[in-house]
């Protein structure tokens, strides 16, 4: 079974300053995929970034960055220079890469950008 | 293209009366998901299909629950009596392996039983 974890549920950082939402997850398969949405206050989901459990870069989208770490079964978001519009909900999520698709999302972090 | 499209937005009903949530995947995707979103439990996975074929309903709270999909473009999750717990955020997304590894989501449907 696949699990994630995200001990962050409020975090409050100051704009422009760059921000490390945590995510930690557990599984038993050789290949998997991570990925954090964004959910702001009017409710969508957002895609932002995906890391494979095969690449070797960490993926990067814009301000958005992922500190993948294998070892440590880590995959941190980083979104630098944060702005107010980056408030929301932030989830964590994996799948397998081959065979079911499902998404399988952590508790989310709430994070507050002050001005 | 139009992304994933959910109906109703909002959804205020009495318990016990049926109520359906619809669907229309983005066009060429292969995957559809339900999820259920509460304060409590966090975003849920409900059911997904494959080509139409429910793959997994074991997230499917009980029988109360039903999902269909009929064909590609058109998916409905039904609740039949409904209760107050049902109440959530439901979500529909969708997928396609051939096009990228992220699923996309609709707006969502806000369920309120009273």
């Known amino acids: 079974a696949q699990k994630i974890t995200q001990t962050q549920p409020g975090m409050f950082v100051q704009e422009k300053e760059a921000v490390t939402l945590d995510c930690t997850y557990d599984?038993?398969?050789?290949?998997?995929?991570l990925f954090w949405y964004k959910q702001p206050s009017s409710g969508e989901m957002i895609f932002l970034i995906y890391?494979?459990?095969?690449?070797?870069q960490n993926a990067t989208e814009g301000r958005y960055s992922l500190n993948f770490q294998k070892a440590r079964k880590s995959a941190n978001l980083v979104i630098s220079a944060s702005q107010l519009g980056d408030s929301a909900m932030y989830f964590c999520?994996?799948?397998?890469?081959?065979?079911?698709?499902?998404?399988?999302f952590g508790q989310g972090t709430r994070l507050t950008i002050n001005p | 293209d139009a992304g994933v499209i959910q109906s109703p937005r909002h959804e205020v009903t009495e318990m016990g009366q049926e109520v359906t949530l619809r669907c229309k995947p983005i066009?060429?995707?292969?995957?559809l998901f339900w999820y259920r979103q509460t304060m409590m439990r966090g975003l849920e996975l409900l059911i997904y299909?494959?080509?139409?074929?429910?793959?997994?309903d074991s997230g499917m709270p009980e029988d109360r629950f039903s999902a269909k999909m009929p064909n590609a473009s058109f998916s409905t999750l039904k609740i039949q009596p409904s209760e107050p717990r049902d109440s959530a955020v439901y979500f529909c997304?969708?997928?396609?392996?051939?096009?990228?590894?992220?699923?996309?989501f609709g707006q969502g449907t806000r369920l309120t039983v009273v």
């Open positions: 999520a994996m799948r397998k890469i081959q065979g079911a698709q499902k998404l399988v």
């Open positions: 599984t038993s398969d050789q290949s998997y995929g």
């Open positions: 066009s060429g995707h292969d995957y």
């Open positions: 997304a969708s997928s396609s392996i051939d096009r990228g590894p992220e699923a996309f």
């Open positions: 890391q494979g459990s095969y690449d070797e």
């Open positions: 299909f494959n080509n139409n074929v429910p793959i997994d």
